[in-house]
Structure formats: structure tokens, C-alpha cells
């Protein structure tokens, strides 16, 4: 949990800094370029472009440079919908554990034989394997959102897929 944690926290940090840098961008520059005009029209007397000596002009352009990297990053790496599918698998997880570690909901069973509460030794497997289908699943959600293309192609090979589906049941 520790260390989904931390890739939890980064990744809300860098979708974060994302969409500041996206929404500050979207609004500075029809800003900056409806007033470069103004600024710089006046001293333009070398018979140089205006573009040359303007660094309203140059700020602009650098930070929509910067936007569209940073939009094209996020959307390449699907920073948001990574940053999402983290969130909830660690909320997940964490509840996950609370309920094992004070027995309760599913975790709250009683031997039918001996009438007694079971211990955490006896319900450690059912606990492992909720753990790893909470993580397998998120993993598959991830990977889903990184590439929507292989989901098209792993449904071509859906029958391998039931296939390695059923041997893990088993």
C-alpha cells in the first residue's frame, strides 16, 4: 500500500501540473496575443518585423508550444485516467485490508462446526485473494487506458482469452 501510495501521489502531482499548465496556457494566450499588438506597435520603427523584437509575440508562441506538449503527453500517456484508476485501487486495497484486519463484512464468518469466530490465519487466503484481484483488475484498467487499440485486438482472440480465463479458475 506504501508504495501505491507514492505512484498514487506522483500521479495525481503530474496530472496536476498537466492541467494547470493546460488551463493557465488556454487562457494566457489569446491574452498575450490580443494585446501584443498594442505593446509593441509603436516601437516598431527599425522597419523590422513585428514578430522580431516582440516578446509578447515569443512568450505566446513558447507557451503554446508548451501546452500542446504537455495536452499531448497527458493524452498519450493517459495521465488522467491513470491517476483515476490508482485512486480508486488504493482506496480499494485499504478498505480491503481494514475489513481483514478487524474481521468484519465478509471477513466476519463463523465456523459452522465449532460455532467460532474464524481467525485471521484462516481467512488470510480468501484476504490474499481479494487483494490480487482488486490489483489484477486495476492493472488490466491501466493497460486498457494506455492502448484502446489492444482491446480491439484482444477480443479478435477471445477464445485464447476464455481459455487462459478458465485456467486460472481452475
Known amino acids: 500500500l506504501r508504495k501505491l501510495r507514492k505512484d498514487k501521489e506522483c500521479g495525481s ?3 496536476g501540473i498537466c492541467q494547470s499548465i493546460i488551463n493557465i496556457g488556454s487562457v494566457g494566450i489569446p491574452a498575450l496575443l490580443s494585446i501584443q ?20 509575440y515569443w512568450t505566446a508562441w513558447g507557451l503554446s508550444l508548451l501546452v500542446g506538449l504537455v495536452a499531448n503527453y497527458s493524452n498519450m500517456f493517459k495521465v488522467e485516467e491513470k491517476n483515476i484508476i490508482m485512486e480508486m485501487t488504493y482506496i480499494k486495497l485499504k478498505q480491503e485490508t481494514w475489513l481483514f484486519i478487524a474481521r468484519s463484512g465478509k471477513y466476519d464468518q463463523v465456523d459452522k462446526e465449532s460455532n467460532y469466530q474464524l481467525s485471521h490465519n484462516d481467512m488470510f487466503r480468501e484476504f490474499a485473494y481479494n487483494i490480487e484481484k482488486i490489483w489484477s483488475t486495476a492493472k488490466k484498467q491501466q493497460i486498457e487506458a494506455i492502448d484502446t487499440d489492444s482491446k ?19
Not at 480491439?152 to 481452475?170: G, M, N, R
Open 13 to 15: 502531482l503530474t496530472h
Open 37 to 56: 499588438h498594442y505593446a509593441y506597435s509603436s516601437q516598431n520603427n527599425k522597419g523590422q518585423s513585428s514578430t522580431d523584437s516582440n516578446p509578447i
Open 152 to 170: 480491439k485486438k484482444l477480443d479478435s482472440h477471445s477464445s485464447v482469452d476464455e481459455t487462459f480465463i478458465k485456467l486460472q479458475e481452475a
